[in-house]
């Protein structure tokens, strides 16, 4: 019996080792094989410096659970010492299609029992109010810029292939500002985007502008808007 229990979990870490693979080369050909406008994620996928795990169900508290470990872990073995960036990638493959309004829902509920789960302290160089321009995600005491993408996006750049989320550390940002190159890649990254959908993505603004949280799911939304999000601890 014992031999067979390990036979199985053998066989299960290799299907999940497949598994991942398999995810992975097709993120992979969303972002270089179709040329993705965003040149940092291009970076980050040639160079191999991309997070990538799965979970089994979105905008769940049983994944908040599980993504909280994982961030955490990426967070200890990340090198702030280097000018190297790199990605967490969290892919829900069981999803099944959304529409824009209903993926934005289940992100913003995913990420209220993120932070349900996390244990941390709100990072003290943003703000914790999605209502302020300073605002961005806190995780594990890191602030992050959250990217949602679905199959069902209206934007091209987030048509991923399958539900995902991409956690880019603020910091990155940061980095960019102090080597004096944020706006350059700024730049190039919208012109990309302009040039692949025909037109200017309107949620896009530079941190300090507006509240970044509109920018999140990937839906345009109007000045009305209400991020659904409160911070409670």
Known sequence: MKILEKSMRKNRRVLEIEEKKR?????????LKNDHPCIMAQTVFR?????????????????????????????????????????????????????EIEFEKLLWKQL??????????????????????????????????????????SRKARQSPYTAIAFNLHWQFEKLREMGTYQTVRDRIRDRDREL?????????????????????????DKKWKCPFHQTK
């Open 23 to 31: 995810l992975k080369k097709q993120f992979e050909n969303f972002i």
């Open 47 to 99: 160079m191999d410096e991309v997070d990538l795990h799965k979970y089994d169900s979105f905008g769940t508290a049983e994944s908040a659970r599980n993504l909280i470990k994982d961030i955490g872990a990426y967070l200890n073995n990340y090198d702030f010492e280097s000018n190297d960036f790199r990605t967490f990638l969290a892919i829900f493959p069981n999803s099944p299609e959304y529409s």
């Open 112 to 153: 209220e029992f993120l932070h349900k789960a996390d244990k941390s302290e709100w990072d003290g160089e943003v703000s914790s109010d999605p209502e302020s321009e300073h605002f961005s995600f806190s995780l594990c005491g890191k602030a992050f810029y959250i990217v949602g993408m679905h199959p069902g996006a």
């Open 197 to 221: 959908q025909g037109s200017i993505n309107p949620m896009l603004e530079d941190f300090g502008t507006n509240s970044e949280a509109r920018q999140y799911s990937g839906r345009a939304v």
